[in-house]
């Protein structure tokens, strides 16, 4: 009876134990396996020629660099030591000396003398460029009235007069653009120190000192008015000469000399 019921047992526990286990869809099939996409990238074998020419090209630019770095420091170099010896002779942003070689003697130079507008306004444009710094230009425009220097070599005394003097000019950074406008009117006076003569540009110096300003300037920003006194270029101590009727004045500094011509006794006075 026992052996009975063990059999028993054990034959009921099989159909159970196998509905526990989930049956599979006869129906459904299981999807095949994708295909891989992926291609292997054909690498491209080394062209020795093309990297003899690549490292070529390369061995060059920085040779290239190298020479133009030395370049600069042999520049620098040269600069430095002509600054110090320019230092030690009291020659430091001193010009070179470019007027006529050529000159009459000096006893052409008493009488008065109009001053070519375009030396004026350009130092005066040269002046506010440096004052504007970088990155603003400055182009000169209409120049008007005249500036005089009345030489008197015996009474050792030069006589600048501003006759209604006007310069204008345009003041431009990037795409910014302003009108600069400046008057002059007045009499400066000059004390001639020392006044020599000779053959060569070198041996002609004049040695001036300004010793009276009764000049009265304005000055146009955009059509405002700047209340800031305009600070005027002005004869310097330099050399001088007088070639084909033409005075020539240069200060120590001035890469261009200012140019005269004689006032007619014709003229009225301005």
């Known amino acids: 009876m026992r052996l009975l019921t063990l059999a028993l047992g054990a034959s009921l526990t099989l159909p159970l134990a196998a509905q526990d286990k989930p049956a599979g869809d006869p129906g459904k099939k299981t999807p095949p396996p994708v295909p891989s996409t992926t291609k292997a990238i054909p690498r491209s074998k080394p062209d020795p020629e093309k990297t003899a020419r690549d490292f070529k090209r390369a061995e060059q630019y920085r040779a290239e660099r190298l020479t133009a770095r030395k370049a600069r420091q042999a520049e620098a170099l040269r ?6 010896e320019a230092i030690k002779n009291g020659t430091l942003g001193v010009a070179k000396v470019v007027v006529p070689a050529e000159s009459s003697s000096d006893d052409k130079l008493p009488g008065t003398w109009i001053l070519q507008s375009e030396s004026l306004g350009r130092s005066l ?3 506010f460029q440096k004052a504007a710094g970088r990155g603003m230009s400055f182009t000169l425009g209409k120049l008007s009235g005249d500036y005089l220097a009345e030489i008197n070599p015996e009474k050792s005394k030069i006589t600048i007069h501003w006759k209604e003097w006007k310069m204008e000019s345009v ?5 910014f653009k302003a009108t600069l406008a400046v008057s002059v009117t007045g ?3 000059y004390k001639v120190v020392k006044l020599t003569s000779g053959e ?3 041996s002609r110096k004049i040695l001036l000192e300004l010793t009276q300003d009764d000049t009265k ?3 146009f920003f955009q059509g405002t008015k ?4 305009v600070d005027l270029p002005g004869l310097t101590s330099g050399h001088w000469s007088i070639s084909e009727g033409v005075l020539h004045l240069q200060g120590t500094k001035q890469k261009v000399p200012w ?7 014709d003229d009225p006075e301005g």
């Open 187 to 189: 009499k400066q006076e």
């Open 217 to 219: 300037s304005q000055s």
């Open 79 to 84: 600069a430095a030591r002509e600054k110090a």
């Open 200 to 202: 060569t540009p070198g």
């Open 226 to 229: 700047i209340r800031s006194k």
């Open 171 to 175: 003041a431009k950074r990037d795409e």
């Open 259 to 265: 140019q005269f011509t004689r006032k007619s006794e």
């Open 125 to 127: 444009t040269e002046q």
